[in-house]
């Protein structure tokens, strides 16, 4: 099977995860910012996380050095163009993209700059190329609440224009979601859809809590419902999209191997589950290698391939226009 001439759909992808090695090397240059090194293998080796990481935090010390280079509206729109380019050729029709405007104020910038440059960047490469897109905001579940409100009412306005959901990511502490319902609320009312990272590390519960108590109807891996019925049931229940991430929960031990990790159980037990990278750069990955692991690992076929697709569409916070669109090319 040609995995990359499949079209492709990717739910789950961090921005500043994703940034390519030589554009770091550009932006510090024009933004005057010493790195460790101007060697592009080196770069690289700084931003690709290894294969197993002592846990999620070693995984997610990656990012410092991308979003070192992210703090001006330039630079956040080339990055987010650049995804959005890498993405459509190979062939990714739709990608929802989320990053944390949060991070990006060091030097300044407002949430309505920041929001509307990565918005800016993906409408550029909608323009160039066959893919269609949106923003996910992600909150941070480890900083300061006091601006969380800010983010909402700054992405409100480019709701249906590029911004579509409203997500927490950031290190996962039990029980976490208690401490967001009134930010999840809020988000609700003003329009977004709402996707949680939960499950990730081995706590169930919070995927429950998710999706009863934050209203989630998408969630960031999940795939530790494998340990709680409750969670488990709820998913199947109210049809959850579980946004896996293979090749990064591997790397972050939520599973120890391919083999173990529970896509293909969720699939033939009709849960709805999508296929995503999670982050290209971080993971050193793409669509195409990740369809291609599962699909291998799993013993997949291609009905099974366009089964997933089609529950993609289902689960993207997209338009019913571009819902149509998409449909157009599952086989």
Same mark, same amino acid.
């Given at each position: 099977?040609?995995?990359?001439?499949?079209?492709?759909?990717?739910?789950?992808?961090?921005?500043? #995860?994703?940034?390519?090695?030589?554009?770091?090397? !550009?932006?510090?240059?024009?933004?005057?910012? /010493?790195?460790?090194?101007?060697?592009?293998?080196?770069?690289?080796?700084?931003?690709?996380?290894?294969?197993?990481?002592?846990?999620?935090?070693?995984?997610?010390?990656?990012?410092?050095? /991308?979003?070192?280079?992210?703090?001006?509206?330039?630079?956040?729109?080339?990055?987010?163009?650049?995804?959005?380019?890498?993405?459509?050729?190979?062939?990714?029709?739709?990608?929802?993209?989320?990053?944390?405007?949060?991070?990006?104020?060091?030097?300044?910038?407002?949430?309505?700059?920041?929001?509307?440059?990565?918005?800016?960047?993906?409408?550029?490469?909608?323009?160039?190329?066959?893919?269609?897109?949106?923003?996910?905001?992600?909150?941070?579940?480890?900083?300061?609440?006091?601006?969380?409100?800010?983010?909402?009412?700054?992405?409100?306005? @480019?709701?249906?224009?590029?911004?579509?959901?409203?997500?927490?990511? #950031?290190?996962?502490?039990?029980?976490?979601?208690?401490?967001?319902?009134?930010?999840?609320?809020?988000?609700?009312?003003?329009?977004?859809?709402?996707?949680?990272?939960?499950?990730?590390?081995?706590?169930?519960?919070?995927?429950?809590?998710?999706?009863?108590?934050?209203?989630?109807?998408?969630?960031?891996?999940?795939?530790?419902?494998?340990?709680?019925?409750?969670?488990?049931?709820?998913?199947?229940?109210?049809?959850?999209?579980?946004?896996?991430? /293979?090749?990064?929960?591997?790397?972050?031990?939520?599973?120890?191997?391919?083999?173990?990790?529970?896509?293909?159980?969720?699939?033939? !037990?009709?849960?709805?589950?999508?296929?995503?990278?999670?982050?290209?750069?971080?993971?050193?990955?793409?669509?195409? !290698?990740?369809?291609?692991?599962?699909?291998?690992?799993?013993?997949?076929?291609?009905?099974?391939?366009?089964?997933?697709?089609?529950?993609?569409?289902?689960?993207? @916070?997209?338009?019913?226009?571009?819902?149509?669109?998409?449909?157009?090319?599952?086989?």
């Amino acid at each position: 099977m040609n995995y990359f001439n499949l079209p492709k759909i990717d739910l789950h992808c961090h921005l500043d #995860g994703s940034v390519r090695p030589q554009t770091i090397i !550009d932006l510090a240059q024009e933004q005057s910012i /010493p790195l460790p090194s101007q060697d592009i293998n080196e770069i690289n080796s700084l931003m690709i996380a290894p294969e197993t990481c002592q846990n999620l935090e070693e995984y997610l010390m990656r990012f410092d050095l /991308p979003l070192s280079v992210m703090q001006t509206e330039a630079g956040i729109e080339r990055i987010s163009f650049e995804l959005f380019e890498d993405a459509a050729k190979e062939n990714v029709k739709y990608f929802e993209v989320r990053f944390g405007p949060q991070l990006h104020q060091q030097q300044g910038l407002s949430f309505k700059q920041i929001i509307s440059s990565v918005v800016k960047g993906m409408q550029r490469a909608e323009a160039m190329y066959d893919i269609r897109g949106n923003y996910i905001l992600s909150i941070l579940r480890t900083f300061p609440k006091d601006n969380i409100n800010a983010v909402i009412d700054a992405g409100a306005e @480019f709701l249906g224009k590029g911004v579509a959901a409203f997500d927490l990511a #950031g290190a996962e502490l039990p029980g976490f979601c208690h401490e967001f319902i009134p930010y999840a609320k809020y988000a609700k009312e003003k329009g977004y859809h709402i996707t949680i990272h939960a499950g990730e590390q081995g706590v169930g519960q919070n995927v429950y809590d998710a999706v009863s108590l934050l209203n989630a109807e998408r969630v960031g891996h999940g795939i530790h419902i494998t340990g709680h019925q409750g969670a488990y049931d709820l998913v199947k229940q109210h049809n959850i999209g579980l946004e896996t991430c /293979p090749s990064s929960n591997i790397q972050t031990k939520a599973v120890d191997k391919l083999s173990e990790h529970p896509v293909k159980a969720f699939y033939q !037990d009709n849960l709805p589950i999508t296929i995503n990278t999670d982050n290209r750069t971080v993971s050193n990955t793409t669509m195409t !290698d990740e369809v291609r692991k599962v699909m291998e690992e799993f013993n997949l076929s291609r009905e099974d391939y366009f089964n997933i697709y089609k529950i993609s569409i289902e689960q993207a @916070f997209a338009s019913d226009e571009v819902k149509q669109h998409l449909m157009q090319f599952a086989e």
